[in-house]
């Protein structure tokens, strides 16, 4: 798109060199036509409104500060007249004043005993100085703080200008000349620059052109009258040559004489009106030109009005399509902050979750540390029960053996005593 806009600004001014060579000879077009002033108004940027967020955050910014210069220029007039603005000012600004007088006041007096004392203690007094500059500092930016809160003592302050001194007033001008410096160049692009130079330089060289032609023009016609003066006097002369000779002639060489003033009178007056005839033509030359240039000037206007509206209505589009980005990116920032939210809450939830997780995690470490202990000590009493209950059998069995074996006994003795008795018996 800039390189269309270069084309279309560039090729005017390649066709209008072209018509406009010969302009040294006084038969053709200028290059260029002259800007008038309203044209150069209407090319300023500073007439044009600030389009841009940044820049008129940027012009905001340095009002302010301006407005601060201004209000803090006229602190220590403020001070010397406390009786004056003391119903305007308030008890807490009274007091600021008075604190930022006595730190002032203590600044002063540290300032000329450090002059006065001597250098042994001179890194002592520069860090007390530090530390006051600092507090003598915020002290400033509090009282412009309760200045700039109170409106209607801020536009009384406006009429009390007369009192702020020459350099803060050489400052605050400088200062604003700085922000009206910043604004041309925050208001004017790179591609605007560069055309107005260009222009600039145009303009320059037609104006030089014009004024080449117009010196030959001039020179031209200076030649012709001083010819038409030179021929003049020549001829008076002659006729004054010929008043002489009459005067010594008779009375009746006066026909001759008066013929001769007539021829001479004649050719006087042709050559008169001939050379008014030449600067006759010389002015309408000098009129076509300057219709051709206010010809050109039109037509430059317009065509400079057709650029300009080119211009604007991009830069119409451009902002539209800024305002729908903005929109776009309104809507997914809208999004995105909805999304980090579910996000948010539902991490803070896993967080919770993580917590309880952990806590039930140790509570069943410790009820399986818990269960294990209680099923070592089942296994171990089962262990001993089962080694018990093997024992028991065991020595039941024992007994059991130990009971059959005696009663076998028993029964073998008393077979053997009723053998024994059987014998005996027999």
């Not at 018509?19 to 053709?28: C, D, F, I, M, Y």
């Not at 201004?70 to 604190?99: C, Q, V, W, Y």
Request: hydrophobic letters at 35%.
């Amino acid at each position: 798109m800039a390189t269309g806009d270069s084309a279309v600004l560039q090729g005017p001014s390649q066709d209008v060199k072209q018509r406009n060579k010969p302009l040294v000879k006084g038969t053709a077009t200028p290059e260029k036509a002259m800007i008038t002033l309203d044209a150069m108004k209407m090319l300023d940027p500073r007439r044009l409104k600030p389009d841009s967020i940044e820049t008129e955050r940027i012009i905001t910014v340095l009002d302010e500060t301006i407005a601060k210069l201004e209000l803090s220029s006229l602190i220590p007039h403020i001070i010397d007249s406390l009786d004056r603005f003391a119903d305007m000012l308030g008890p807490e600004i009274t007091n600021s004043l008075i604190k930022h007088q006595k730190l002032s006041n203590e600044m002063e007096h540290l300032l000329a005993s450090s002059e006065e004392g001597d250098t042994m203690r001179a890194e002592e007094q520069q860090g007390c100085l530090c530390l006051l500059e600092q507090r003598l500092k915020c002290s400033v930016r509090n009282v412009l703080r309760l200045l700039l809160a109170n409106t209607s003592l801020c536009q009384a302050l406006k009429y009390e200008a007369w009192a702020r001194e020459s350099p803060a007033e050489v400052f605050i001008k400088a200062f604003g000349e700085f922000r009206n410096f910043m604004l041309e160049r925050l208001l004017t692009s790179p591609m605007e620059e560069e055309e107005k130079i260009q222009l600039m330089e145009d303009i320059s060289l037609q104006i030089k052109k014009n004024t080449e032609a117009i010196t030959v023009l001039q020179a031209e016609l200076a030649a012709a009258i001083q010819t038409q003066e030179e021929e003049i006097h020549k001829k008076d002369n002659v006729i004054k040559a010929l008043k002489t000779s009459m005067q010594d002639l008779t009375k009746d060489c006066k026909a001759g004489i008066q013929q001769i003033k007539q021829e001479g009178e004649k050719q006087r007056k042709e050559e008169l009106q001939a050379s008014q005839a030449r600067c006759a033509g010389l002015q309408q030359d000098i009129q076509q030109l300057g219709a051709q240039l206010n010809a050109l000037v039109l037509e430059h206007r317009a065509s400079e009005l057709a650029l300009r509206k080119r211009k604007c209505r991009l830069e119409m589009e451009i902002v539209n399509w800024i305002q729908k980005y903005d929109t776009d990116m309104g809507e997914k920032q809208a999004e995105y902050e909805e999304v980090h939210a579910a996000y948010a809450e539902e991490k803070a939830q896993l967080s919770l979750l993580m917590e309880k997780h952990a806590v039930l995690l140790q509570e069943y470490s410790q009820i399986e540390e818990e269960h294990r202990i209680c099923q070592n000590k089942k296994e171990q009493a089962l262990k001993e029960l089962t080694t018990m209950t093997l024992a028991a059998i065991r020595i039941q069995a024992f007994w059991r053996g130990y009971l059959v074996r005696s009663l076998f006994k028993s029964k073998r003795k008393k077979k053997k005593k009723k053998g024994k008795s059987k014998k005996t018996k027999k």
